[in-house]
């Protein structure tokens, strides 16, 4: 009779017969050598599918799920309704687990029993001159690992990369699986999981390859744009500022440009009530938008009667905030958060 293992490995495959076999050779290399993967072929037409047939003649602990093409949410949660470890691993076609990736995991795991979720510290396998905004996000990423510095900075942008966490399959029990939607099924999950009090944090090293592929769904599928990012986190945010801001704090948002008040009115669509701009441009200081005033940060009002929201996307823009309301006395989660 087959053994119950512990970890498993969560890998959704579609068309990827160029790299599924060296993302599955990845996971044949950990030094732990008690997991199985599930393999949720979503009705590939390239091959995929034959070649993991193939693998799993060579690989026992490797079960392949042979499935119409309904896209990755789907092929998630048929892949999580087939797990039998206590604990689940994400894992990309594309990408390459280092060997001791599931060791330090579950090792970690099982000191930080305050921990749901554990992510790692991931290299950037594209190029940084062509995809320097990839390059810079996998920076962002790597400097959150504490479960405080990740659950302040979630609004900002996903804090993990999806097939570097590994996470206690109870979870799902409690508190759901994949959503599909018009949004990133990753970044609800975690900001729904936070939302919840589940605490989130990272091994201090890098066990996972994320390459850059052309066709990675995050450069390809409209769940993935940047508005979309806007509108799922509007959702999370409104619920985190009806718990932690009184009704009698006035809520500010540092950013007065177009495209910050565009994505700022997501939230006033989750019945957020918006007072006005911060903004350091001086052509936009004493105008109105929406009936919104636009104030200078010399003129921030104290922190008792304001909560501000730092929406500005710019490069550096989110330092010069931080540094600013800082300067005046704010707190970073306490009395302001940055959002973008």
């Known amino acids: 009779m087959r053994s119950t293992p512990l970890v498993s490995v969560l890998l959704p495959v579609f068309n990827a017969a160029s790299t599924v076999a060296r993302a599955v050779q990845s996971i044949r290399q950990q030094t732990r050598a008690d997991w199985e993967i599930i393999a949720v072929d979503d009705g590939s037409t390239d091959g995929t599918r034959e070649l993991l047939a193939a693998l799993t003649r060579q690989e026992t602990r490797l079960r392949l799920l042979a499935r119409p093409h309904a896209g990755i949410v789907t092929a998630l949660n048929a892949g999580l309704a087939e797990a039998r470890g206590r604990l689940i691993a994400r894992m990309d076609a594309d990408d390459e687990a280092h060997g001791e990736r599931f060791a330090r995991q579950v090792a970690f795991l099982n000191q930080r029993p305050d921990v749901g979720v ?94 850059d592929a052309p066709a990675r769904l995050s450069r390809t599928e409209a769940r993935y744009d940047t508005e979309a990012f806007y509108r799922c986190k509007a959702v999370y945010l409104a619920h985190w500022l009806r718990r932690h801001v009184p009704p009698s704090r006035r809520v500010l948002v540092w950013g007065a440009g177009r495209p910050t008040r565009k994505r700022a009115e997501h939230l006033v669509a989750q019945g957020v009530t918006l007072a006005g701009y911060l903004d350091i441009d001086p052509r936009k200081q004493g105008r109105q938008f929406s009936g919104r005033p636009v104030i200078a940060p010399k003129e921030l009002p104290s922190a008792e009667e304001v909560f501000v929201l730092g929406y500005v996307a710019k490069r550096g823009a989110r330092e010069l905030a931080r540094a600013c309301l800082r300067a005046h006395g704010f707190a970073e989660g306490r009395d302001f958060l940055m959002a973008a």
């Not at 959150?144 to 510095?149: A, G, H, T, Y």
């Not at 609800?188 to 390859?209: Q, S």
Request: hydrophobic content about 40%; overall charge negative; glycine content about 10%.
């Open 118 to 211: 554990a992510g790692s510290l991931v290299e950037f396998g594209g190029d940084r001159t062509q995809a320097g905004g990839y390059a810079l996000h996998v920076d962002w990423m790597n400097g959150l690992i504490e479960p405080e510095d990740i659950a302040l900075n979630r609004f900002v942008e996903s804090p993990f990369a999806h097939p570097s966490v590994m996470f206690r399959r109870e979870l799902v029990e409690r508190h759901g699986g994949y959503r599909d939607g018009d949004f990133p099924e990753d970044y609800e999950l975690w900001l729904r999981w936070l939302d919840a009090g589940i605490r989130m944090a990272k091994v201090p090293r890098v066990l996972l390859t994320w390459h």
